[in-house]
T-cell receptor
Framework: AQSVTQLGSHVSVSEGALVLLRCNYSSSVPPYLFWYVQYPNQGLQLLLKYTSAATLVKGINGFEAEFKKSETSFHLTKPSAHMSDAAEYFC?????????????FGTGTKLQVIP | NAGVTQTPKFRVLKTGQSMTLLCAQDMNHEYMYWYRQDPGMGLRLIHYSVGEGTTAKGEVPDGYNVSRLKKQNFLLGLESAAPSQTSVYFCASHPGADRRNQPQHFGDGTRLSIL
């Protein structure tokens, strides 16, 4: 069984401030982990992924995430928020041994960037 | 480079009407999925397919049917629409078992309202 918990359904940061979006997961096997971003009226776009290589993963638009097995966490960070980062972010966990690449999504965190 | 294309983008139905949502992918992916997205609930899997001619139930299959007659297409049907099926529907695809470390690719969604 696998699950994802995203702490905070809404996060507000000032432009130029650090962005930290939290994600904790549970999985019975070493998981694959993903962060997706969703802009209004669009589908989900991949930001970054962890698939058992380097634990610090860099993605698009200056985002990165660190896989911490001991904390079962995969938090998303960006040093300096930009207005264009306002969107909804989803953390997702996948069981790489599963039969159909089942992905379980968190409930999402809406990021507001204040000018 | 279309990726995953969903039609229609918007639709309003009356209770009891039927309709079919079409998903087409041009990446030669083996796996395809239908999700629904509701506020505060993330994405929930309705049905999925691991290859042409195969379909299987996901988490919330009741009231929906699917077909995958061609590898590139995955159809989602509502036989008798209910207001509880008002949602945003997303189609996704994945390369398949030999590329498990790849993410799912999403369409832009179909916004469906049932009156």
């Amino acid at each position: 069984a696998q699950s994802v918990t995203q702490l905070g359904s809404h996060v507000s940061v000032s432009e130029g401030a650090l962005v930290l979006l939290r994600c904790n997961y549970s999985s019975s096997v070493p998981p694959y982990l993903f962060w997706y971003v969703q802009y209004p009226n669009q589908g989900l776009q991949l930001l970054l992924k962890y698939t058992s290589a380097a634990t610090l993963v860099k993605g698009i638009n200056g985002f990165e995430a660190e896989f911490k097995k001991s904390e079962t966490s995969f938090h998303l960070t960006k040093p300096s928020a930009h207005m264009s980062d306002a969107a909804e972010y989803f953390c997702a966990v996948s069981d790489p041994t599963g039969g159909y690449q089942k992905v379980t999504f968190g409930t999402g965190t809406k990021l507001q960037v204040i000018p | 480079n279309a990726g995953v294309t969903q039609t229609p983008k918007f639709r309003v139905l009356k209770t009891g009407q039927s309709m079919t949502l079409l998903c087409a992918q041009d990446m030669n992916h083996e796996y395809m999925y239908w999700y629904r997205q509701d506020p505060g609930m993330g994405l929930r899997l309705i049905h999925y397919s691991v290859g042409e001619g195969t379909t299987a139930k996901g988490e919330v299959p009741d009231g929906y049917n699917v077909s995958r007659l061609k590898k590139q297409n995955f159809l989602l049907g509502l036989e008798s629409a209910a207001p509880s099926q008002t949602s945003v529907y997303f189609c996704a695809s994945h390369p398949g078992a030999d590329r498990r470390n790849q993410p799912q690719h999403f369409g832009d969604g179909t916004r469906l309202s049932i009156l």
